[in-house]
């Protein structure tokens, strides 16, 4: 994987700079598995590495820790890096620092690559740069009897003094010794102008000031260079260039994606996933029907059934059986030890499957949920369950996956967080040294739109304060340049807030994982996007805040109503709704902030239905509609379905389209769609995938008018459903 930044690449320095100008272009932090197609595009072939902190642990006297850069030959090479070098290093170390010994190194070194390191913590390198010439040859035949071939001598040119120091004693060797050496260079900017930018972002990192005297400094070379510019560099030593070419040769390979790997459901004695998928469906859903306040016919129960069945058969051919087991089994046993779990939110609750086995306790047939939102046979992707757990016993639930699956083989996922507009100029100007009244004044003069935050030039762009501040002070001009320069870089790490990966293997088997201390699960170096291409399946495990104080207020009420039930309370009590009208909602999940309350005052809900359409509106764009909403629910606004043949999905809504599964629905009925057509049509609709949402239209249309469905159209793929 290429972290672009403070990384260091062997000069393969065409094809870097190419992929180097792609992170700049589209705002990537870094390119992985999914990067291969274009790769291949582009005929290019990254090389892959890990820098190792090196303990020398064999040579009396020395107890500092120094760098080496391996590389992989191989594919399996590469695995087997990751799995063992990667698990000495951040997994099984006492100290949890990336430090590897001689007879770790000596043990694994098969198929590796070793370069030397440089001179500023170089293993060869730094002891060269002080001219310790016995200690540059003990280390080298040290790393000789290992490596052989496979080791070649480092030699960079960044215009530092110590270089200077250390080139002449580590040729000498590398002749002496008939060690190859590799022209190599530490790339930790794109060019030589974005130098200084660069030392204030180090500044940011480490919480130190430009004048600090501790800070580290680099020099204005260590920037990416092209393949010119490095055999310039180096034209007094081709070999060295040459070199970096077999390099590349030898380490060319392409890692693969994984097909969705899930661990076997544990416990099956002669029996198959599918097949006790079935059976605990078919005994859940007789169980729902005992539960239920609801009359069900028998003629109701087999549409039910029917239903059922259809999604049994999607979910064991797509081969998510395993997947529903695992869910269903973590959600028994939260159950089964009282604590409480949310009801389901999101595509997972349109599965009668998951209502029958209790995963979710909403009855998608009753509120018109689709299963095909979840699961879509026309478009394989995986299934993604949204589950909430009280918030004070989350991790009772995790512990338990831990233990049931292993604890190596389950890990969170890395997020990496950026620096946004405001907190870039904040953080440079904090660095620069500058007063904080005034970068707080220059912070403030971005405008705050949530729904589309502007960049830092959109802002000079648009704000006439912030151009004239620019003009007027020079320091405020270098503030605003730098921080435009580190605008969207990657300024942390942290984990997901819900998600968790669970492999049938030890994960370190398929991504690379790192932990920060001892007590921390270990999480993936790969983010959400790019685990689910190496095969890992994302379970998410939302702490809700709200579902501990409901699980406490149904204890209070028990000790007066013991028989009392939150699942079976009534969802047309009079009382209730005359409260929400008042807007008498403070601590009412997603009903109490001052404009949802005004909306309520307005809308004076008096069925569920009601609630349900609010809070879906109440967001960025479709707000537009809650006054059309209003309006027509109290008859002050024609209603208008578009069509006729809509009237029977819009009119639960009023003619508004506020639901996935209304799109879904209209295109069902309007054009004759399969629902799992639909729904990518509803996914291009939803992404704004301009060439997909012209493919759908022409599908839309074509299958409108073998129905006899007049349509009106535009040229436009924005301008409604309809066109």
């Known amino acids: 994987m290429f972290i672009i930044g403070a990384a260091k690449f062997v000069v393969f320095t065409a094809i870097i700079a190419r992929l180097f100008s792609l992170q700049i272009t589209e705002n990537k932090k870094y390119l992985t ?8 595009e582009w005929r290019l072939a990254p090389i892959r590495g890990e820098f190792l902190d090196y303990f020398e642990n064999v040579i009396a006297g020395n107890l500092k820790v120094y760098q080496l850069h391996v590389i992989p030959e191989e594919v399996e090479d590469f695995k087997y890096l990751m799995v063992r070098l990667k698990e000495i290093l951040n997994l099984n170390n006492s100290e949890f620092k990336k430090i590897v010994s001689y007879n770790n190194l000596k043990k694994y070194h098969d198929g590796l690559i070793l370069l030397t390191g440089g001179v500023e913590k170089g293993f060869i390198g730094y002891p060269a740069s002080i001219a310790n010439s016995k200690l540059v040859y003990t280390r080298l035949k040290l790393l000789q009897e290992i490596f052989d071939d496979n080791l070649y001598v480092e030699i ?31 790339c930790y900017f794109q060019s030589p102008d974005k130098y200084y930018s660069h030392q204030i972002l180090t500044c940011i990192d480490k919480g130190l000031t430009i004048s600090s005297p501790n800070r580290r400094v680099l020099t204005r070379e260590h920037y990416l260079k092209n393949t010119d510019q490095m055999t310039e560099l180096f034209k007094d030593l ?34 198959t996933e599918n097949d006790y998928l079935i059976k605990i469906s078919l005994e859940g859903l007789e169980k729902r029907f005992q539960m ?17 069945k259809n999604e049994l058969d999607i979910i064991n051919n797509m081969g998510f059986s395993g997947y529903f087991l695992i869910v269903y089994d973590f959600i028994k046993w939260s159950k089964d030890n009282n604590i409480p779990v949310g009801p389901g939110r999101g595509s997972g609750a349109g599965s009668i499957v998951a209502w029958a086995l209790q995963i979710t306790d909403l009855d998608p047939m009753k509120w018109g949920l689709l299963f095909e939102r979840f699961l879509n046979p026309e478009r394989v992707s995986m299934p993604d369950f949204d ?4 918030q004070d016993r989350r991790g009772e639930v995790i512990d338990y996956v831990r233990n049931r699956y292993g604890h190596d083989r389950v890990a969170q996922i890395i997020t990496f967080g950026s620096l946004q507009a405001k907190a870039a100029i904040r953080d440079v100007g904090r660095v620069m040294e500058m007063s904080y009244g005034h970068v707080d004044k220059i912070a403030k003069l971005i405008p705050l739109i949530p729904a589309n935050p502007l960049t830092i030039q959109e802002a000079i762009n648009s704000e006439e304060l912030l151009r004239k501040e620019m003009s007027d002070n020079d320091q405020v001009k270098n503030l605003l340049l730098t921080a435009i320069d580190l605008e969207g870089l990657n300024r942390h790490v942290s984990t997901h807030a819900a998600g968790l990966v ?15 201390n001892d007590e921390e699960m270990p999480a993936t170096q790969f983010n959400m996007k790019f685990v689910e291409k190496a095969g890992l399946v994302k379970f ?10 409901l699980s406490k207020a149904e204890s209070l009420i028990k000790k007066k109503q013991e028989k009392f039930n939150l699942s079976n309370i009534l969802l047309n009590d009079v009382k209730t709704y005359e409260m929400l009208s008042t807007g008498d909602t403070i601590g009412v999940f997603q009903l109490e902030s001052a404009g949802m309350r005004d909306v309520l005052i307005g809308l004076k809900p008096d069925r569920f239905e009601d609630i349900i359409a609010v809070v879906s509106l109440y967001r960025p764009g479709p707000m537009e509609n809650i006054p059309t909403y209003i309006n027509r629910k ?40 399969s629902l799992g057509s639909a729904d990518i049509l509803r996914r291009a609709m939803g992404k704004k995938d301009q060439d997909e949402m012209f493919q759908q239209k022409n599908a839309f249309l074509e299958g409108a008018k073998h129905k006899g469905c007049l349509l009106y159209t535009s040229p436009s793929p924005r301008d409604g459903l309809l066109s």
Do not use: W
């Open 634 to 673: 109290h008859g002050n606004e024609n209603i208008d379905y578009m069509h006729v043949d809509l009237e029977e999905v819009l009119k639960e809504t009023y003619g508004i389209f506020i639901y996935q599964e209304q799109v879904l629905r209209a295109a069902q009925v309007l054009a004759n769609f």
């Open 292 to 308: 239920s306040l609801e009359n069900f016919s028998s003629d109701k129960k087999s549409t039910y059934n029917e239903r059922l």
């Open 540 to 549: 998410d495990f939302l702490g809700l805040k709200t579902l501990t104080i």
């Open 387 to 390: 589950i909430d757990f009280c």
């Open 238 to 271: 081709p070999e060295a260039i040459e070199n970096t070419i077999i390099i590349a040769k030898r380490s060319s390979f392409l890692v693969k994606g994984h097909k969705p790997i899930l661990p076997r459901f544990p416990d099956l004695d002669n029996i």
């Open 33 to 40: 598995l999914s990067d291969k197609n274009r790769l291949r």
């Open 502 to 516: 669970i492999g049938d293997r030890p994960l370190n088997e398929l991504v690379p994982l790192y932990k920060l």
């Open 156 to 186: 960079q040119r960044h215009g530092m003094s110590t270089e200077d120091v250390s080139e002449a004693l580590l040729l000498n060797a590398a002749k002496d010794l008939n060690l190859p050496i590799v022209a190599t260079n530490d």
